[in-house]
């Protein structure tokens, strides 16, 4: 593909650059790609758009260098903003006061799967900062492919809920421990003040930051109304202001993002129109986010050892989930089942932990590299495989609201004939 490309740019000089140009091309096979997927074997689109990335990215693609930097970061960033500040936004906080369980669930989980994964990672001779920066990451669920899951199998029910908001926690966790453990890689302090102090620095500028967002938020809506377009447009405005803001002061913007989603929900309780009135702008934004994560991580060298590490990264990271919400089901209004489901349709992982490792890649270029080997290829296999995964468990829970079937000839998903 490099060669093609060489060759190509020698007679076309398109106005915006070549880049543009390929990225254009690329998202287009992608949606076509998602949306004849989702027609003929009723998968999710995602699957689709990770399948197009993957392949561009084994060919050679050169629209997304790694590590991250620049446009690419901002727009990762930004997509893993709007797509948290949705998810944020459904989470109303005295529903923990009326249910602790849920709230123990998810640290059980989260916690769990960094003490597990870490030391099967260590089990197999993983250098002890590789194997906690991979259990940290492997924390992380992936709210923007669920959410996609769930909009493509118009899911509805306790399952559905359940996980979304279980993965919503597992991903703030996973952000605060993370942007604050890639700032102290090199240093040999150990006692308990040096360790707290990022942490609490994280979370007071992304708090900060996050609740100006909130803030903003509410008092244009007490001026504008929820279902028009321009407030969409303020919305992903603002986003994007906070997105450049808060790592630029030692924050973290997709964890800013989240804050900002829930304050505002405590503050304007009512349902939000905004995610039908974010409209196409939204899911460009999303295809893009998916498709790049699939063409990095496919740039992921495998070997033997590499895939060993994989397959155990991923059926260690799977067993911890299901063992945390299964154990702390008990008085939360969920049965046995239901957690099993539960803890399945938490097993994607996509953009947010490409995030995560690309924090580590930039603070370290001895250790990040080691952690990036191991997680990029776990990140492309559960991002396909992940949202298979979610979808198979919201079906045999029952909360979807159409047959998982490929339509007849003619008809679009959802169609009935006549």
């Known amino acids: 593909m490099g060669e093609v490309t060489a060759i190509w740019a020698e007679w076309v000089k398109p106005s915006a650059g070549l880049p543009t140009v390929q990225w254009s091309l690329l998202l287009a096979l992608a949606a076509a790609a998602g949306h004849l997927l989702q027609r003929h074997t009723g998968l999710p689109k995602v699957v689709g758009y990770s399948i197009v990335g993957t392949l561009a990215g084994l060919l050679g693609f050169s629209g997304a260098a790694w590590p991250l930097q620049g446009v690419t970061l901002f727009l990762l960033e930004l997509g893993v903003a709007v797509v948290l500040f949705e998810s944020g936004g459904r989470i109303a906080l005295r529903w923990f006061r009326h249910n602790p369980m849920v709230l123990l669930q998810s640290l059980l989980e989260s916690l769990l799967t960094a003490i597990i994964v870490y030391y099967v990672m260590r089990w197999l001779n993983v250098r002890a900062s590789v194997a906690e920066g991979v259990a940290l990451i492997a924390m992380a669920a992936s709210p923007a492919v669920l959410s996609r899951v769930i909009a493509d199998t118009r899911a509805a029910g306790p399952v559905t809920e359940r996980a979304m908001v279980l993965s919503t926690l597992s991903t703030f966790y996973a952000l605060t421990l993370v942007s604050a453990r890639a700032g102290t890689l090199h240093r040999e302090e150990t006692n308990f003040f040096a360790a707290l102090y990022p942490v609490a620095v994280v979370l007071g500028v992304s708090f900060i930051v996050g609740a100006l967002l909130a803030l903003a938020l509410r008092t244009a809506l007490r001026v504008m109304s929820p279902t028009s377009e321009n407030t969409s447009i303020l919305l992903i405005c603002l986003v994007a202001a906070g997105t450049a803001l808060a790592a630029h002061f030692g924050g973290s913007a997709p964890l800013a993002a989240l804050i900002g989603g829930l304050m505002l929900k405590q503050l304007h309780p009512r349902p939000w129109a905004w995610p039908r009135q974010l409209g196409t702008a939204s899911s460009l934004l999303t295809m893009l986010m998916f498709v790049l994560v699939s063409v990095v991580a496919a740039k992921a060298e495998w070997n033997p050892a590499v895939a060993g590490l994989v397959a155990a990264f991923v059926v260690a ?60 290829p776990a990140i492309l296999m559960m991002e396909i495989l992940g949202a298979i995964i979610a979808t198979f468990a919201i079906y045999r829970a029952g909360e979807s609201l159409k047959p998982w079937e490929a339509p007849g000839p003619g008809l679009a998903p959802g169609e009935l004939r006549e």
């Open 317 to 376: 990271r799977g067993a911890a989930k299901m063992a945390g919400v299964s154990l702390a089901n008990f008085g939360s209004g969920t049965s046995l089942r239901q957690a099993v489901w539960t803890a399945a349709a938490m097993s994607p992982m996509s953009s947010i932990a490409l995030l995560l490792v690309s924090q580590f890649v930039a603070s370290s270029m001895t250790i990040g590299p080691r952690i990036a080997s191991i997680a990029l």
